[in-house]
Nanobody
Framework: QVQLVESGGGSVQAGGSLKLSCKAS???????????LGWFRQPPGKEREAVAN???????SYSDAVKGRFTISRDHREKVLYLQMNSLTPEDTAMYYCAADKPPCSAATLAAVGTWGQGIQVTVSL
């Protein structure tokens, strides 16, 4: 069973950047290459929301809130999922989670049946 561990969170001032990583284990590179991987976030006092996802072919999808500022990518060899976050605003403050599931790839499927990491905090201040 795949396990996921996020890293790279922290505090940053508005306008800054952070890069989150999500390391997968418990699955071979061959199998993970087919997985749908994604990032979600839960701002304080709000519902969890999808941020971005990427399929095994590298096709990506982003929420409107982050499109043009965030970039999702994956390293097949190292079994790592990334989220490069630029031009951060206080509205990006949240607990960020990575998720994984077998194809087909969609945020809805990941949210419903995916395997999740423990989450990592991102705080953006003015």
């Amino acid at each position: 069973q795949v396990q996921l561990v996020e890293s790279g969170g922290g505090s940053v001032q508005a306008g800054g950047s952070l890069k989150l990583s999500c390391k997968a284990s418990g699955v071979t590179r061959y199998d993970l290459n087919r997985y749908c991987l994604g990032w979600f976030r839960q701002p304080p006092g709000k519902e969890r929301e999808a941020v971005a996802n990427i399929d095994g072919d590298g096709d990506t999808s982003y929420s409107d809130a982050v499109k043009g500022r965030f970039t999702i990518s994956r390293d097949h060899r190292e079994k790592v999922l990334y989220l490069q976050m630029n031009s951060l605003t206080p509205e990006d403050t949240a607990m960020y989670y990575c998720a994984a599931d077998k194809p087909p790839c969609s945020a809805a499927t990941l949210a419903a049946v995916g395997t999740w990491g423990q989450g990592i905090q991102v705080t953006v201040s003015l």
